[in-house]
């Protein structure tokens, strides 16, 4: 077995075999769909306590107005606020009190609710719905126009503009502009989140070699760039092996969980139906879905999952080496761990202005921000990750490819220097001065 | 012969000279002891040799040719500074350090298996390093540091933190190591090895040899002409000096200065004149007198 792959199996076994890594990797998915799970339940649930608001109304005009439903009961009363503000014993029995004292239509801001504790949105939202309706109607019916209400109801509309993009046979695809922004920076973050994580174990793992100087006996069995390459390799695929069990195992557990609860929510059977839909096939399940989510697994079908997949594979990987590399130069010039943040400042501020960089592309990813950024080989793996899915040109991407293999070949080279040098140094405080000087050895 | 050959080998750090014009050669098949005190640039003599910095100026040379980083790949190196990966379990450590010095698996797990029965230390293979005691971690590094069986060793200050017996040990294998053909360089400041173990030494003080040498002759050319003579009369002074005299069981125990001049037979005439000599031994400075002497000068 040649030695740099020796290097590559220690690195990612002795990562692989860490119980921290096989916690994360188990648990993350679980806790991914159980977080989800518990949004969509604790959302589903209703509390069940029905909430009493009493109602002082001066005006007498809107009596009535308010109804009761499953959460909230509405007591008129004939009382001054007095009675309430200071009386503990009777407030507590109340969720609020509504307060109007003036014609509503005139003055909006006749109204106020009061209570003890700050009252949820969901209860504003509902009164003050219930109070605007019923003003609207009044003053539509103050017009003395018949029918002016069933006019302004069916004037009512709600456009869903589809997007609809021409491929090159002029086949049609249907895009979704919300989708493609979700995925694309859902896959920008992930690589963003392996770059620094990844980045930062590649860093640390010099350190503690220099620092527990082993680094003195490997050097003389093997290159230093071996060694730098070694580890970083290793680490990306310890990475990988990372990003491939998450996918696998949430794709696993959304479908058990899905079984089990009995959802309708089954990716595999929702795909298979968006193709038949798409090859014209009549299915009967599909019609039953609401318009909004055929849209979307029309859209989900219209992205190209293979070429996203594969390009944020070769973005994640030249990203990676492009900062690996150099996250192990300054692993090998600090003599300890504290010293790393000083110095791996530099580094994470591209990759922090590539994050925003990249929000930004979002909402216009053939801007020029979103163009220059996807070239530029410190940010172009996450923001060429956010415009992909809006169909950036082949030659852009052939070209931002291309300018990061050669960027990281250049960090390579120059990391290895630096690392060559500074892994055998001691006991000496190193400046960026000091680091130029190596580069020229 | 020479197997290696440090010429004129100068490193300077800013503001100091770590090394001055260092020249040694080293004997095949022999053992080589670096001395000196703390900061005499032994380590960075070392680090030299082994390609880890390079000289200013100044050469070290294999067998005549000058030494590269592919050499070095195949010496046996122990820093001083040891260092194992803490996390890492003691056998499949040094199963890996040993296929980085290009050894197969299979000889690696035999060679290993040797060693560790040898050093009765079995029950430590699946230990982690950072269970052991320093000592122990350093036995560990002793082995992977020998098992490629490398022509040329070099030990950076190898007895530290050893206790007796296992420094005991570690001078047993040494001396093996040689026999079986090897070189072996080693820096230390325990004198007492460098007399049981050392063919040959050099005496680095600020970053220059002050003393360089067999052991046996830099003994004997530092002789004070003093002489430790058990006779069976008391000795009266003629010709040489009578330092300390003492009646032991019957035998006259004396120590005597000889003018160096004389010869010994001359003062074995003058003293068997006076009375029968039960013993005469040359008093001989011990390396740590050497040392000491050399290096306050």
Same mark, same amino acid.
């Given at each position: 077995m040649s030695k740099i792959s020796l290097i590559i199996k220690r690195e990612y076994t002795t990562r692989v075999m860490k119980k921290s890594f096989i916690l994360l990797t188990f648990l993350t998915p679980l806790l991914l769909v159980g977080m989800i799970g518990l949004i969509v339940w604790m959302g589903s649930i209703k509390d069940d306590k029905i909430k009493k608001i009493v109602v002082i109304d001066?005006?007498?005009?809107?009596?009535?107005?308010?109804k009761n439903n499953e959460s909230y009961t509405f007591e008129y009363v004939d009382k001054q606020i007095d009675a309430y503000k200071n009386n503990s014993e009777q407030t507590k029995e109340i969720t609020a009190l509504l307060y109007i004292n003036g014609n509503l239509a005139e003055n909006p801001e006749a109204a106020a609710l009061y209570s003890e504790k700050q009252v949820n949105m969901e209860l504003k939202s509902y009164i003050a719905g219930q109070l605007n309706k019923y003003i609207e109607e009044q003053k539509l019916a103050?017009?003395?126009? *018949?029918?002016l209400k069933l006019m302004v109801e069916k004037s009512r509309t709600d456009i869903d503009l589809k997007t609809i993009k021409w491929g090159d046979n002029g086949k049609e695809k249907q895009g979704s502009a919300e989708l493609a922004m979700v995925i694309g920076m859902i896959t920008a973050f992930i690589i963003y989140m392996f770059i620094v994580i990844y980045g930062a174990q590649v860093m640390s793992g010099v350190v503690q070699e220099k620092t527990s100087r082993i680094v003195e006996v490997i050097i003389s069995s093997v290159k230093p760039f071996e060694l730098m390459m070694g580890k970083i390799i290793g680490i990306a695929l310890v990475g990988l092996t990372q990003f491939f069990m998450w996918v696998l195992l949430t794709v696993v557990i959304s479908m058990v969980a899905g079984s089990v609860i009995g959802n309708d929510i089954d990716v595999s059977s929702l795909q298979k139906m968006g193709q038949m839909q798409q090859m014209g096939m009549p299915t009967g399940s599909t019609q039953a879905l609401p318009p909004e989510l055929q849209n979307l697994f029309a859209a989900l079908n219209g992205l190209d999952f293979l070429k996203i997949g594969g390009l944020f594979i070769l973005y994640f990987l030249g990203g990676y080496l492009l900062y690996a590399s150099l996250f192990a130069a300054i692993g090998s010039a600090v003599?300890?761990?504290?010293?790393t943040q000083q110095f791996s400042m530099p580094l994470m501020l591209p990759i922090i202005f590539a994050i925003y960089a990249g929000i930004f592309s979002a909402e216009n990813p053939d801007g020029p921000l979103a163009f220059w950024c996807s070239m530029i080989p410190f940010t172009s793996p996450i923001v060429m990750m956010v415009r992909l899915p809006f169909d950036v040109p082949a030659w852009q991407i052939i070209l931002s490819l291309s300018i990061l293999i050669f960027s990281f070949i250049g960090t390579t080279w120059i990391a290895a220097k630096i690392y060559r040098t500074g892994?055998?140094?001691?006991?000496k405080k190193i400046t960026w001065g000091e680091m130029w000087k190596w580069l020229r050895y | 012969m020479t197997l290696l050959e440090v010429k004129n080998v100068v490193k300077q750090f800013d503001g100091h000279?770590?090394?001055?014009?260092v020249s040694l050669e080293v004997p095949e098949n022999s053992v080589y002891g670096l001395l000196g005190p703390n900061g005499a640039g032994k380590t960075t003599l070392i680090r030299i040799i082994n390609c880890i910095t390079a000289p200013d100026s100044g050469e070290v040379l294999l067998n005549g040719k000058r030494m590269t980083a592919e050499d070095v790949r195949h010496i046996g190196y122990l820093p001083e500074e040891r260092g194992l990966?803490? @996390?890492?379990?003691v056998g499949e450590q040094a199963l890996y350090l040993a296929q980085l010095k290009d050894m197969t698996k299979k000889d690696a797990l035999k060679a290993l298996k040797y060693w560790f029965e040898k050093f009765e230390?079995?029950? #430590? #293979?699946?230990? @982690?390093?950072?269970?052991?005691?320093k000592g122990m971690a350093q036995k560990v590094q002793f082995i992977t540091t020998i098992l490629h069986n490398p022509k040329l060793l070099i030990f950076d =200050? *190898? &007895?530290?933190? &050893?206790d007796p017996v296992n420094a005991e040990l570690l001078k047993r294998e040494i001396l093996e190591l040689r026999d079986k053909g090897a070189t072996i360089i080693f820096s230390t400041h325990n004198m007492g090895t460098v007399e049981d173990l050392c063919e040959n030494i050099s005496l680095v003080d600020k970053a220059k040899v002050v003393l360089q040498g067999n052991v046996a002759e830099i003994r004997a050319s530092h002789a004070t002409n003093t002489y430790q003579i058990l006779t069976k009369k008391a000795l009266e002074i003629n010709? &040489? =000096?009578?330092?300390d005299t003492q009646q032991k069981n019957g035998v006259f125990e004396s120590t005597i200065k000889k003018e160096v001049s004389d010869t010994n037979n001359l003062l074995l005439q003058r003293l068997m004149k006076q009375t029968e000599i039960l013993s005469f031994q040359e008093i001989l400075p011990s390396m740590n007198d050497i040392f000491i002497d050399t290096v306050s000068i």
């Open positions: 001066h005006t007498n005009l809107y009596k009535d107005i308010l103050a017009y003395n126009i *018949p029918d003599d300890n761990e504290t010293d892994i055998l140094m001691y006991g | 000279r770590a090394l001055d014009g990966y803490k @996390k890492m379990k230390i079995q029950s #430590w #293979w699946d230990k @982690k390093v950072e269970e052991l005691s =200050e *190898p &007895f530290s933190g &050893f010709g &040489f =000096e009578l330092i």
